[in-house]
Protein backbone atom coordinates (compact mmCIF):
# COMPACT_ATOMS: atom_id res chain seq x y z
CA UNK A 1 0.00 0.00 0.00
CA UNK A 2 1.49 3.29 -1.18
CA UNK A 3 0.69 6.61 0.99
CA UNK A 4 0.59 9.93 -0.55
CA UNK A 5 0.77 13.15 1.68
CA UNK A 6 0.56 16.75 -0.20
CA UNK A 7 1.61 19.89 1.36
CA UNK A 8 1.78 23.17 -0.11
CA UNK A 9 -1.70 24.35 -0.90
CA UNK A 10 -2.74 27.90 -0.05
CA UNK A 11 -4.53 31.32 -1.69
CA UNK A 12 -2.70 33.44 -3.42
CA UNK A 13 -3.13 36.60 -5.99
CA UNK A 14 -3.43 35.95 -9.54
CA UNK A 15 0.21 36.12 -11.10
CA UNK A 16 1.98 34.71 -7.56
CA UNK A 17 3.38 31.07 -7.50
CA UNK A 18 3.16 28.42 -5.52
CA UNK A 19 4.91 24.93 -4.75
CA UNK A 20 3.05 21.63 -4.01
CA UNK A 21 5.09 18.67 -2.23
CA UNK A 22 3.78 15.11 -2.37
CA UNK A 23 6.13 12.21 -0.15
CA UNK A 24 4.72 8.85 -0.58
CA UNK A 25 5.51 5.81 1.93
CA UNK A 26 5.30 2.47 1.38
CA UNK A 27 5.19 -0.08 -1.13
CA UNK A 28 5.71 0.41 -4.78
CA UNK A 29 8.03 -1.00 -7.47
CA UNK A 30 10.90 0.53 -8.75
CA UNK A 31 9.34 1.59 -11.99
CA UNK A 32 6.45 3.57 -11.42
CA UNK A 33 4.62 6.84 -12.10
CA UNK A 34 3.55 9.52 -9.75
CA UNK A 35 1.50 12.86 -10.92
CA UNK A 36 -0.89 15.67 -10.26
CA UNK A 37 -4.47 16.23 -11.30
CA UNK A 38 -7.07 19.00 -10.13
CA UNK A 39 -10.74 19.04 -9.68
CA UNK A 40 -13.10 22.03 -9.39
CA UNK A 41 -16.84 21.17 -8.44
CA UNK A 42 -18.92 20.13 -11.16
CA UNK A 43 -16.06 19.59 -13.70
CA UNK A 44 -13.55 15.96 -14.29
CA UNK A 45 -10.75 15.49 -12.85
CA UNK A 46 -7.57 16.71 -14.88
CA UNK A 47 -4.62 15.57 -15.18
CA UNK A 48 -1.89 18.18 -14.64
CA UNK A 49 1.70 16.42 -15.06
CA UNK A 50 3.01 13.29 -14.02
CA UNK A 51 6.43 11.61 -13.19
CA UNK A 52 8.03 8.27 -14.38
CA UNK A 53 10.66 6.96 -12.18
CA UNK A 54 13.30 6.01 -11.65
CA UNK A 55 13.95 7.77 -15.20
CA UNK A 56 12.96 11.11 -13.74
CA UNK A 57 11.30 11.58 -16.79
CA UNK A 58 8.23 14.68 -16.51
CA UNK A 59 5.07 15.00 -18.79
CA UNK A 60 3.16 18.36 -18.10
CA UNK A 61 -0.23 19.41 -19.85
CA UNK A 62 -0.45 21.41 -22.53
CA UNK A 63 -2.89 23.80 -20.50
CA UNK A 64 -0.20 24.08 -17.96
CA UNK A 65 3.04 23.86 -19.71
CA UNK A 66 4.37 27.20 -20.01
CA UNK A 67 3.67 27.87 -15.81
CA UNK A 68 3.77 24.63 -13.94
CA UNK A 69 6.75 22.39 -13.82
CA UNK A 70 7.35 19.29 -11.83
CA UNK A 71 10.60 17.84 -10.49
CA UNK A 72 12.26 15.25 -8.51
CA UNK A 73 14.37 14.80 -5.14
CA UNK A 74 15.28 11.55 -5.54
CA UNK A 75 17.18 11.55 -2.32
CA UNK A 76 13.49 12.47 -0.39
CA UNK A 77 11.38 10.78 -2.89
CA UNK A 78 9.59 13.66 -2.84
CA UNK A 79 7.34 15.24 -5.67
CA UNK A 80 7.18 18.77 -6.47
CA UNK A 81 4.76 20.89 -8.62
CA UNK A 82 6.06 24.41 -9.24
CA UNK A 83 2.92 26.66 -10.41
CA UNK A 84 3.85 30.11 -11.39
CA UNK A 85 2.08 32.85 -13.07
CA UNK A 86 -0.94 31.75 -11.31
CA UNK A 87 -4.82 32.25 -12.64
CA UNK A 88 -8.11 32.12 -10.93
CA UNK A 89 -9.19 29.05 -13.32
CA UNK A 90 -6.13 27.56 -11.76
CA UNK A 91 -8.07 27.17 -8.32
CA UNK A 92 -8.80 23.51 -7.78
CA UNK A 93 -8.06 20.93 -5.11
CA UNK A 94 -4.74 19.29 -6.17
CA UNK A 95 -4.31 15.86 -5.58
CA UNK A 96 -0.95 14.04 -5.62
CA UNK A 97 -1.31 10.19 -7.23
CA UNK A 98 0.45 7.21 -8.41
CA UNK A 99 0.32 4.05 -9.75
CA UNK A 100 3.00 1.86 -7.23
CA UNK A 101 2.54 -0.81 -9.64
CA UNK A 102 3.98 0.82 -12.62
CA UNK A 103 1.19 -1.05 -14.95
CA UNK A 104 -0.50 2.16 -16.41
CA UNK A 105 2.76 3.84 -16.65
CA UNK A 106 2.89 5.65 -20.26
CA UNK A 107 4.11 9.08 -21.32
CA UNK A 108 1.65 11.38 -21.23
CA UNK A 109 -0.79 8.74 -19.29
CA UNK A 110 -1.54 7.68 -15.81
CA UNK A 111 -4.18 5.91 -14.10
CA UNK A 112 -3.39 6.24 -10.28
CA UNK A 113 -4.58 3.70 -7.63
CA UNK A 114 -3.38 5.10 -4.95
CA UNK A 115 -4.50 9.12 -3.79
CA UNK A 116 -3.20 11.71 -1.54
CA UNK A 117 -5.66 13.25 0.18
CA UNK A 118 -5.31 16.78 -1.53
CA UNK A 119 -4.80 20.33 -1.39
CA UNK A 120 -6.73 23.27 -1.90
CA UNK A 121 -5.39 26.14 -4.09
CA UNK A 122 -7.29 29.52 -4.39
CA UNK A 123 -6.09 31.83 -6.91
CA UNK A 124 -7.91 35.27 -6.53
CA UNK A 125 -7.56 38.05 -8.93
Known amino acids: QLQLVESGGGSVQAGGSLRLSCAPSGSHYVSYCMGWFRQTPGKEREGVGYLYLPAGTTYVADSVKDRFTISHDSAKWIMDLQMDNLKPEDTAMYYC??????????????????WGQGTQVTVSS
Open 97 to 114: AADPSGASCAYGSLHPSS
